[in-house]
């Protein structure tokens, strides 16, 4: 191990000042022009995107200027950024968008409509479904009918409690496309930590499903929304249902509304252009640590940069099949396998399952070779179960992972 030597100083605010500017100073071995050198280079090193980190911290409106090319705009910003109260920036001012149109209208006008925009692969039911650009914008175009026939207007809230399933998404993006503010509440939360966000969001209405699914129970998810609502101090908003039918399917009480028929029934809405920095969710940390906290996104910024970095960061192409494995109650999900991978135009795997229980460890690898995924992304601990369940990959290796 190289000698590690500190700044010598005796007072600590000149040490915290030292240590965050970066005046550790390490020992290690010299070349023959005794210049410092570090042992393990990085392997994952880039240069592109060392160039484009300095070029948004010594260029910042050339920058985001370019990030905001991503994205199409209904009316462009006035100025890229305005940082006039700190910290609170705000970016794209004074232009307008909406998120459901660049998730998907611009890409069936574009002529991908066809293509294949969600994988839904799920074997706690064993059915895979595929979901095209064209169905997604036909039912997220009608779902935003049924919610503006139902008082929803730009700017109001709609707390969406629901699995990992496509129609989760749809309920999103018709959200979105109503200018609404959506809140995706982790799906099977208890009853009162439900009413808690229900209590602070005040949505207008809810959408649920019937029920979710765990390895070995279905998970009823209207009758915790029916018990959150007896706890809640705001009025009751209404509510609509998406039936599991191949799993359970709800008795509805008289508040609540059938998913499938609305759609049936309505008509196609619009996208309700909203200005950028409106705020596109509200989305609430787990409670852990005293209340749940409500962290808000503006649109413009958000949906810009998630774009952009499919590209830029995960090195994707318009053909790419990309998999986030993740709940989309989680800002993770939410951002990289709703809006990311959408706002980019290309194929998004929902994955209904666990790492090693559905029904063993090789379901990852399965997926990767089925779906022929070209990027995944997903926190440690599924390696470490991984790892666990099948030290030896004597399961995964009967997969191929070369896409």
């Known amino acids: 191990m190289p000698d ?39 392997p994952y090193y880039s240069k592109v995107y060392d160039k484009i980190f300095r070029k948004s911290l010594e260029n910042p409106e050339e920058f985001w200027a370019e990030v905001g090319e991503e994205v199409e705009w209904s009316k462009y910003w006035d100025k890229v950024l305005d940082n006039s109260n700190e910290p609170f920036t705000k970016w794209y001012v004074g232009g307008e968008i909406n998120a459901c149109h660049n998730a998907v209208d611009r890409h069936v006008k574009a002529g991908y409509g066809k293509k294949v925009a969600l994988i839904h692969d799920s074997p706690l039911t064993s059915t895979i479904r595929k979901v095209t650009y064209d169905e997604l914008l036909e039912k997220t175009s009608r779902l935003a009918g049924a919610l503006a026939n139902m008082g929803v207007q730009k700017g109001d809230r709609v707390l969406i409690y629901m699995p990992l399933v496509p129609e989760t998404v749809i309920a999103i993006l018709a959200s979105a496309r109503l200018g609404a503010v959506h809140s995706v509440v982790f799906g ?50 209404k509510c609509i249902i998406f039936q599991r039918r191949n799993v359970w399917e709800a008795p509805l009480q ?29 989305l609430y940390t787990s409670g852990t640590t005293d209340k749940p906290k409500g962290i808000q996104r503006p649109v413009g910024g958000h ?101």
């Open 4 to 42: 590690t030597e500190f700044l010598d100083t005796d007072d600590f605010d000149e040490f915290d000042k030292a240590f965050d500017s970066q005046v550790v100073k390490f020992k290690y071995a010299r070349k023959e022009n005794d210049s410092d050198y570090i042992l393990n280079k990085n």
């Open 188 to 237: 099977g939360f208890a009853p009162n930590e439900l009413a808690t966000r229900i209590d602070h969001a005040e949505p207008k209405v809810i959408i649920a499903a019937s029920c979710g699914l765990e390895p070995t129970r279905i998970i009823k998810y209207t009758t915790m929304v029916e018990e959150a609502m007896e706890l809640i101090s705001v009025r009751r908003p």
């Open 303 to 403: 949906i810009a940069t998630l774009c952009w970095t499919m590209k830029t960061i995960y090195g994707m192409d318009k053909n790419s099949v990309w998999w986030a494995a993740s709940d989309l109650g989680w800002v993770v999900g939410l951002s990289y396998i709703c809006y990311a991978p959408l706002l980019y135009g290309i194929t998004s795997v929902m994955f209904e399952g666990k790492p090693d229980r559905t029904p063993n460890a090789s379901q990852y690898f399965r997926i990767i070779e089925q779906h022929r995924a070209n990027a995944l992304f997903t926190v440690p601990t599924v390696f470490r179960v991984l790892r666990r369940a099948d030290p030896e990959t004597v399961l995964g290796r009967n997969y191929s992972l070369k896409s």
């Open 254 to 282: 008289s508040y609540q509304e059938d998913f499938d028929e609305l759609i049936e029934q309505s008509l196609p809405h619009p996208c309700v252009p909203v200005e950028a920095n409106d705020p596109l969710y509200i």
